[in-house]
């Protein structure tokens, strides 16, 4: 309804322009459409903004207007006014029902006392269940909802109409041949793009805000130094949890520690070898071709860890040196999560090595260096800050990879209360921050008990960790960047 | 005095310059063993997948008669689809056997020891009956008479026929017996049972935890295909949006600064968190149900939104000012030269980088996790609109779903349905590189 007003407005103001010109668009100042979507512009935008407005406010305030009909007398000992409430709208909706499916007519429906009728036989008849009888107070103010809401939706349909006819004829009335409309739809397009813009704030908002709320409901029914300084992770259902953080911590750095002792050297080598060696020819197959590893899902890798490596770690070198572990252990996940940071690494610090001014190059091979040696001893300084800030954002990825290490590195925590040798044990399943993740707020949950709360409060200690690498990272880069711009 | 020049000359290899020679060479095979470790990696990552996986395409089918006694499947005689629906599927199971049975006494089968006819029908996978039941309340006229039949192998078959198991692991698994494989064989040899290309791998909803032979992609991949849906509608106008405010229109200030840090952030924040977040806010705060495609869409829409705006706001920079000062030159607003000249010059590389991230969203699995895609949906979501609002899986979500359960044919059909997801992303990808390479312009 809204839209045919506005596209009545569009064509009657695109029109009034028009004559006011003579029919002669040069003589305008926007071009035509312009005016018209000027006006349907007019038409739309408050009256959906009202509408909106309404929809929030209209549950609220009925619902308010509707529980004061309920005597606090007739709200008997084992239930509280909110359920009573939910009782009122379920019947409100179940006569509803009642008449759409033809059960009921709307007299019928806004006559019935519960002492004449068995309501709840005839709205189970049409597959509205109600939990009990129906009391007189419960069933009056049902009706009485019923009425308000339809009441409240015919008033809401009309304002929204007037208001649409009202912006598109003030619209209408403004367009004439000086009316600098144009400027008016503009604005309006800008003001949508940065709505689009400000949605980057609005989710990390988001993010920072739900793990936020439910981080302090945790930390109201958990001590907030056990989690942050407990040395055990044993989560239990039914109460009593050790919730601490520290082993999470140690198995997720850990194994990101595996997986850059991986990837690092084999990336640094990958991209020197790559920028300063290689010919166009190695260059076009290999660059392309480790880029791949990109652009594999983490999915691909955990099943990878899960099928390939934990079952030949195990086979050909765990057992051989007599461990008797599993096939999920840090090394495992360690291992694929490091060949997947490889490309992460080679073509972050390949752009840094190719960032170095050429002349640093050619004042070293002059002077009689090997080509090595210039990698050595000039480029690699001069990179430095660079590869750093590659290895910081490597490093955040790693904490932050889930699949691999759900896949791959097991379930049971970091045993830090059992000694150095087991810690650090890299034979040794050990679950991470992100696994706990997934594992509490997965399956039945129950968002009141702290062993739910806690991957909120886990996540949050996720979040800000990455954050500070990536933060850290990206200014050390960008420093570096200035250095030689 | 001519031998101390000999001695410092550039052509004479001194042991110095051995050894930094020799340093040169080393460093040379460092760098070239990188770039081959990481090319082996992939090559293994990718055969170790083919080959687990390939075996999910393929599936083993047993034709058989199948006698349909009236007085066993409609005691009443008249066919009423109603009351024949009081049979359940342990009804027809004995069909089978007898099936089965029958068969094998043909091809001049002698009962070993030990073997029941029971164990004689277990080579029929469990869902044989259901399908069989399903044929016959849809056909009722067919009671009565003896039909043709094609029928899922059990997993284990399977397994024999792809070669995964053999009579030595036979013997220590109690789900399957030499004997039975023997049975195989025999009917191998009569015809009745043979392996086939599985396109019902990629229909099918997914089966329960003891009928991996009927485990299927369908709900998967059109779970998968809505959620892609979602994003695309969502993230393409609001991220070229974004990034046309921030490349053309933002002053230098204190929130366009702002806005930057946050999209730059965004793209680095691990996948997960946006999980917490979907769980948190669509699904607690705003009431959207648990494991439907409109909320994994969502938050994959959240996830995509940085990649698309880089992209953008690289394409949208690589257009030459002239074209901007030109538009505005022959009197057009700011908002025209955008709309009217750059954003359609910079349509391709948009077009790309969309493609892209939508690659990576479809390869996304650890927020589908959190916000309960997990579940086991055996029923297809309906069309768009109302589908998105019904549970579904998706691609990543089943292949780990399947990784979980206790079955070995599980593991197989996972790796099926990872090849699946790599053809889909190479399908984007070359898609996004055809693009690139057609459309790109070089100013």
């Keep these: 309804m809204v839209f045919a007003v506005a596209a009545i407005g569009f064509w009657a103001a695109r029109n009034r322009a028009m004559t006011s010109a003579d029919g002669d668009s040069r003589a305008l100042h926007s071009l035509p459409n312009y005016y018209g979507t000027n006006a349907a512009l007019s038409a739309i935008v408050p009256s959906l903004a009202v509408l909106a407005l309404w929809l929030i406010m209209q549950p609220l305030l009925i ?20 359920l009573m409430m939910s009782d009122v709208r379920r019947i409100a909706h179940g006569l509803d029902t009642a008449i759409a499916e033809g059960g009921m007519t709307p007299d019928e429906a806004t006559g019935l006392r519960s002492e004449l009728t068995n309501l709840r036989e005839r709205l189970a008849s049409v597959g509205v269940a109600l939990g009990s009888d129906v009391q007189a107070e419960v069933l009056f103010a049902a009706q009485k909802y019923r009425m308000m809401t339809r009441r409240a939706s015919l008033y809401m349909m009309f304002s929204v109409l007037t208001l649409a006819m009202i912006g598109a004829a003030y619209a209408w009335s403004r367009s004439d041949k000086d009316f600098r409309a144009r400027n008016i739809v503009e604005k309006a397009v800008l003001a949508l793009l940065i709505s689009a813009a400000s949605i980057a704030i609005l989710t990390t908002l988001g993010i920072v805000m739900s793990m936020l709320f439910e981080t302090w409901n945790f930390f109201g029914q958990y001590e907030a130094t056990s989690f942050f300084f407990g040395i055990k992770w044993a989560p239990d259902f039914r109460g009593d949890s050790a919730l601490g953080i520290l082993p999470l911590l140690w198995g997720t750095l850990y194994i990101s520690l595996i997986a850059l002792v991986v990837a690092v050297p084999i990336g640094l080598f990958a ?34 860890a899960l099928l390939t490596v934990g079952p030949a770690l195990r086979d050909y070198f765990a057992q051989p040196l007599g461990f008797s572990g599993g096939a999920d252990s840090v090394l495992t996940a360690g291992l694929v999560m490091g060949i997947m940071l490889i490309p992460f690494v080679s073509s972050l610090s390949d752009d840094i090595i190719n960032a170095v001014p050429q002349s ?39 904490i932050g990879e889930t699949m691999i290490v759900v896949m791959g590195a097991g379930a049971a925590a970091a045993q830090l209360d059992k000694g150095l040798l ?25 968002f009141a008990a702290p062993e739910t709360l806690v991957a909120f409060a886990l996540g949050l200690t996720l979040f800000v960790i990455t954050l500070g690498l990536n933060v850290l990272a990206l200014y050390i880069v960008r420093k570096y960047r200035e250095q030689y711009e | 005095m001519s031998t101390e020049i000999q001695g410092s000359s550039l052509f004479a290899i001194t042991d110095n310059v051995r050894r930094r020679n020799l340093a040169e060479k080393r460093f040379r095979a ?64 004995p069909l089978i056997r007898a099936a089965v049975v029958a068969r094998a006494d043909q091809l001049g089968w002698g009962m070993p020891d030990g073997m029941t006819p029971k164990d004689m029908g277990a080579i029929i996978s469990k869902e044989a009956a259901a399908q069989l039941r399903r044929f016959v309340l849809a056909n009722p006229d067919v009671v009565g008479m003896t039909v043709t039949l094609e029928m ?17 692991i036979a013997a220590l698994d109690g789900n399957v017996s030499p004997q039975q494989l023997d049975l195989v064989d025999l009917l191998v040899e009569g015809g009745n049972l043979e392996k086939r290309f599985n396109f019902a791998f990629l229909t099918s909803p997914d089966a329960s935890g003891q009928r991996p032979e009927a485990a299927g992609l369908g709900v998967a991949i059109l779970g998968s295909l809505y959620m892609m849906m979602i994003v695309l509608v969502l993230a393409l106008p609001i991220g070229v949006a974004a990034s046309i405010y921030l490349e053309e229109f933002a002053p230098t200030n204190k929130w366009t600064d702002l806005i930057e840090v946050n999209i730059s952030n965004l793209a680095a924040v691990p996948s997960i968190v946006f999980g917490i977040l979907g769980l948190a806010i669509f699904i607690n705060f705003g009431g959207m149900p648990q494991s439907a495609p409109i909320v994994g869409g969502l938050v994959l829409t959240l996830m995509t939104l940085p990649t698309i705006i880089i992209a953008t706001r690289a394409s949208l920079k690589s257009v030459p000012p002239s074209i901007r000062d030109a538009a505005l030159g022959v009197g057009a607003s700011k908002m025209q030269s955008v709309f009217h000249h750059v954003l359609p010059l910079a349509a391709p590389g948009i077009l790309t980088g969309t493609i892209i991230g939508l690659a990576q969203a479809l390869g996304e699995t650890a927020p589908l996790l959190l916000i309960g895609m997990v579940a086991f949906v055996k029923e297809f979501p309906a069309a768009p609109p109302e589908g998105f609002f019904d549970p579904a899986s998706a691609l990543p979500v089943q292949v780990y779903n399947w990784t979980q359960r206790a079955d070995a044919g599980f593991v197989e059909r996972a790796s099926g349905a990872i090849i699946v997801l790599l053809v889909f992303l190479i399908i984007m990808n070359a898609v996004a590189v055809m693009l690139r390479r057609r459309f790109e312009r070089r100013w």
């Design chain 1, 63 to 82: 619902e308010t207007s509707v529980s004061k009909l309920i005597p606090d007398a007739a709200i008997s000992e084992d239930t509280t006014r909110s």
């Design chain 1, 271 to 304: 991209a020197i070898y790559m920028s300063e060696y290689a010919g166009p020819g190695l260059r076009a197959v290999a660059k392309p071709l480790i880029e791949i590893l990109a652009g594999i899902p983490t999915i691909v890798y955990g099943l990878f």
């Design chain 1, 360 to 398: 640093l190059r050619d004042g070293s091979l002059g002077l009689g260096a090997t080509k090595s040696e210039t990698i050595r001893q000039v480029i690699i300084p001069a990179a430095l800050p660079g590869i750093v800030g590659a290895v910081l954002l490597a490093t955040s990825r790693a």
């Design chain 1, 422 to 446: 087991e810690a650090i044990n890299p034979l040794e399943a050990m679950t991470t921050v992100t696994t706990r993740i997934v594992s509490q707020l997965t399956g039945d949950t129950d």
């Design chain 2, 30 to 93: 460092y760098g070239l063993s990188a770039i081959a470790v990481g090319i082996i990696a992939l090559i293994v990552l990718l055969s170790s997948v083919l080959s687990n996986g390939s075996g999910a395409f393929m599936q083993t089918y047993v034709t058989l008669q199948v006698e349909l006694p009236a007085d066993k499947l409609d005691k009443q005689g008249n066919r009423n689809v109603e009351e024949m629906k009081s049979v359940s599927t342990f009804g027809y199971t």
């Design chain 2, 152 to 168: 899922l192998a059990n997993g284990r078959v399977d397994g024999y026929m792809k070669g995964r198991v053999d009579r030595e």
